[in-house]
T-cell receptor
Framework: GENVEQHPSTLSVQEGDSAVIKCTYS??????FPWYKQELGKRPQLIID?????GEKKDQRIAVTLNKTAKHFSLHITETQPEDSAVYFC??????????????FGGGTRLMVKP | GAGVSQSPRYKVAKRGQDVALRCDPI?????LFWYQQALGQGPEFLTY????????KSGLPSDRFFAERPEGSVSTLKIQRTQQEDSAVYLC??????????????FGSGTQLSVL
């Protein structure tokens, strides 16, 4: 099955700086990579995802990059704001022969944005 | 409803007690997942339904855990003879099987289970 490693486990940045979170995966056939944001006591919410046919995807201040050769993908948040403070999880398909519905999650990164 | 609904939001159980956790997915979503999230950890897969069929239950930690979705909509996760190690947040998620929803999981707010 898929193994997803995420780092760093905690990240503290100053408001306005950029934050980068990285994940590696083990199954070279994986084709779908979402990122979820979970605020304290709340549900995980999808913030951005990327499929393996593209190398980068942007949505306003967030972007995800994918390196299929190295089997890693990264979340980039620019111009961070205090409301970006949360735990972020990357994920990859649990088995390569599905359509990406079953996910294996990384261990999470706690991002703290200091005003 | 607009999103995935779970109940109860909090459950305190005495060790050995049976509990039942309910999930009401987004209307029309055929895929339903249960995840377990320990404090400070990422969600861990428990089981997966497509409509009423339980296609994967490889993540259920023991035979004390049982899940069902008899009519292909609402699902119940049952834990028998709860143990302290069962304490966690149990998350339900649903997903569509076509179009833009493919692959995207929509989570409920979870049930926080505390076993004393």
């Amino acid at each position: 099955g898929e193994n997803v490693e995420q780092h760093p486990s905690t990240l503290s940045v100053q408001e306005g700086d950029s934050a980068v979170i990285k994940c590696t995966y083990s199954d070279s056939a994986s084709n779908y990579f979402p990122w979820y944001k979970q605020e304290l006591g709340k549900r995980p919410q999808l913030i951005i995802d990327i499929r393996s046919n593209v190398g980068e995807k942007k949505d306003q201040r967030i972007a995800v990059t994918l390196n299929k050769t190295a089997k890693h993908f990264s979340l980039h948040i620019t111009e961070t704001q205090p409301e970006d403070s949360a735990v972020y999880f990357c994920a990859a398909p649990q088995r390569s022969n599905n359509a990406g519905n079953m996910l294996t999650f990384g261990g999470g990164t706690r991002l703290m944005v200091k005003p | 409803g607009a999103g995935v609904s779970q109940s109860p939001r909090y459950k305190v159980a005495k060790r050995g007690q049976d509990v039942a956790l309910r999930c009401d997915p987004i209307s029309g979503h055929v895929s339903l997942f249960w995840y377990q999230q320990a404090l400070g950890q990422g969600p861990e897969f428990l089981t997966y339904f497509q409509n009423e069929a339980q296609l994967d239950k490889s993540g259920l930690p023991s035979d004390r855990f049982f899940a069902e979705r008899p009519e292909g909509s609402v699902s119940t996760l049952k834990i028998q003879r709860t143990q302290q190690e069962d304490s966690a947040v149990y998350l339900c998620a649903s997903s569509g099987l076509s179009g833009g929803a493919l692959g995207k999981l929509f989570f409920g707010s979870g049930t926080q289970l505390s076993v004393l």
